[in-house]
């Protein structure tokens, strides 16, 4: 049997969301059997908004994908930064981008879960999750959530903990807060779960 194709899709702006992406691509990767790779959506701000902004730049490593490439994996984790408590507008662009793909339901019934980065507790750290769901259900996918599978870490309270049963989250507060060990250790656990789940739906 061929390989089990996880992509792990997402846009960060300021590095918070490619440093939870990495781990959860660690994850994915452990799973046996599970060929994980990472992609970045098309940028749609100009170059001289992201300057002003001091954005870095966006990493030599990943690629750019388009729409019509997602056809070619068998699940999917999807990661963005909150905007006003919701998806940003650069993923909005990228789903509705893929119209003929929910049109034709080419991804129907394949599995798909969510991360995220919000500034604080009151940006989104689940209402960003539950309006990206939208955008998965018109295409057919199965939103796999985390549920409570992640253990005690999911019920931390000694902490600031991004995340919830949604999917893996993390704060970056005034821009300076990096995820921390906990919040890298449930993006590895959900990049992981979410390969066993491809896996088992693809044998």
């Given amino acids: 049997m061929s390989s089990t194709k996880v992509y792990i899709v997402y846009y960060s702006l300021f590095g918070h969301v ?16 599970v060929e994980a790779s990472l992609w970045l959506i098309p940028e749609t701000l100009p170059q001289r908004v992201l300057d002003k902004m001091k954005a870095p730049p966006k990493p030599s490593d990943v690629g750019i994908i388009k729409p019509e490439e997602l056809v070619n994996a ?3 984790l999807f990661g963005f930064p909150s905007r006003f408590g919701m998806m940003p ?24 879960g969510v991360f995220w980065s919000t500034g604080f507790y009151g940006g989104g750290q689940e209402n960003a999750a539950l ?11 199965l939103y796999v959530p985390l549920g ?11 902490e600031v903990k991004g995340g919830s049963s949604y999917g893996a989250g993390t704060f ?14 449930l993006a590895f656990y959900q990049g992981k779960y979410l390969a066993q789940v491809a896996k088992k739906l693809k044998s």
């Fill in 172 to 185: 970056a507060g005034d821009g300076s807060r990096q995820p921390s060990d906990l919040e890298l250790q």
């Fill in 74 to 76: 068998d699940g999917f």
């Fill in 131 to 141: 309006t990206a769901v939208t955008q998965l259900s018109h295409h057919g996918m």
């Fill in 89 to 112: 507008a650069q993923f909005l662009a990228f789903f509705e981008a893929s119209y003929e793909l929910a049109a034709s339901q080419s991804l129907a019934g394949k599995p798909a």
């Fill in 18 to 33: 490619e440093v939870m992406a990495r781990e959860v691509l660690r994850g994915a990767s452990s799973v046996e059997g």
């Fill in 148 to 158: 409570y599978t992640f253990g005690d870490g999911m019920f931390e309270m000694c």
